[in-house]
């Protein structure tokens, strides 16, 4: 734990300089750290305290059960503050064969009439996903089109996370820059075989965003290479109906600070806001620190060893112009909120 005599500066910022809408997050565990079973004026507190006006919520993807509780409880309470997003029940796939497509798009209608503004898709998909004959589902299959399409149809957004990080696909040994972490979680391990390559995994994913240009789909984690922004600006390039958010990607984007700063420029009406860490009043002042300070060389988490990787980061200082759009209004075109 070497302590680095580099002397910088130390921006604290409570608040940022906009309101912000949270397009990444979650309620329940483990993710929310069960903020659905808590007091919804604390949850409402945490909140307030760091001006985020919006905080969308991605767990109803569980299951209906969960979907309709939130929906119920949190939602109902508040329900300026809060959207929720409806998920895919995989494991019906057996059941319903080459037509589960079609089932899919019918149940994501029932969600939406029971109150969800928005799909999720979760990272088993591309992973783990198999339909009836056990063979992995492809992120580009076509017998998920009616889906897909029903979304766009709703013209709700379709927030989608395949893969992971790029080490998590690579041999875990002395040349993976996430080898801790790895080694803390060995169930984040995906090396091919017997997963699908990176690569085949993400060509899926510009093949499927490609192929539905009345669809509006969010690419979480920054497209989900956030290691390598080049290929994440070709395919904004490629696809105007897809978006992505920045969120648990901070310390990818951070060491990165000049083609990060460009990255947000360019595609400062096409960036959201999430954190994916739950109503986290300190994490939400990291993410502030890192798109409106010019610090250098700065933890980008709250633990005193970097979790993913042991590096540092840099802050953007991004001007007011993007950090409107970037904190609020994308999000709020997209959601359907004023």
């Not at 060893?305 to 200082?317: K, T, V």
Request: charged share 20%.
């Amino acid at each position: 734990m070497p302590r680095a005599q580099l002397v910088t500066k130390v921006t604290q910022i409570d608040k940022p300089r906009f309101p912000v809408i949270d397009a990444h997050n979650h309620l329940a565990e483990p993710f929310g750290g069960g903020w659905d079973k808590r007091p919804i004026n604390e949850l409402l507190d945490a909140l307030d305290a760091v001006d985020v006006r919006l905080y969308v919520d991605l767990d109803g993807g569980w299951g209906e059960d969960i979907l309709h509780r939130h929906l119920d409880t949190i939602k109902a309470a508040a329900p300026e503050r809060f959207q929720m997003f409806g998920g895919v029940n995989w494991a019906a796939w057996a059941e319903h064969g080459d037509k589960f497509g079609e089932w899919a798009a019918q149940q994501f209608r029932l969600q939406v009439a029971r109150g969800a503004q928005g799909l999720k898709i979760w990272k088993p998909f591309g992973l783990h996903v198999r339909d009836q004959h056990g063979t992995l589902v492809a992120v580009d299959d076509s017998r998920l089109d009616p889906l897909w399409a029903t979304a766009g149809e709703l013209k709700l957004p379709v927030l989608i996370h395949v893969a992971d990080p790029v080490a998590f696909f690579e041999p875990i040994d002395n040349t993976n820059e996430r080898w801790e972490e790895l080694h803390a979680h060995p169930d984040w391990q995906f090396t091919s075989p017997p997963f699908p390559s990176f690569m085949t995994i993400l060509n899926g994913f510009a093949n499927l965003v490609a192929r539905h240009p009345q669809t509006t789909f969010i690419g979480a984690h920054v497209a989900c290479y956030s290691e390598n922004l080049g290929w994440v600006s070709a395919l904004l390039d490629r696809c105007p109906n897809l978006y992505v958010d920045f969120s648990a990607r901070i310390g990818e984007l951070g060491r990165q600070p000049y083609a990060a700063r460009r990255f947000f420029l360019q595609y400062a009406d096409r960036i959201l806001f999430g954190i994916d860490a739950g109503a986290n009043i300190d994490r939400y002042r990291l993410y502030y620190r890192f798109l409106e300070s010019d610090d250098e060389y700065f933890n980008y988490n709250n633990a005193p060893i970097p979790s993913q990787g042991r590096w540092y980061i840099y802050g953007l200082y991004l001007p007011d112009d993007v950090l409107q759009k970037v904190y609020y209004e994308n999000a709020a075109r997209i959601q359907g909120v004023s």
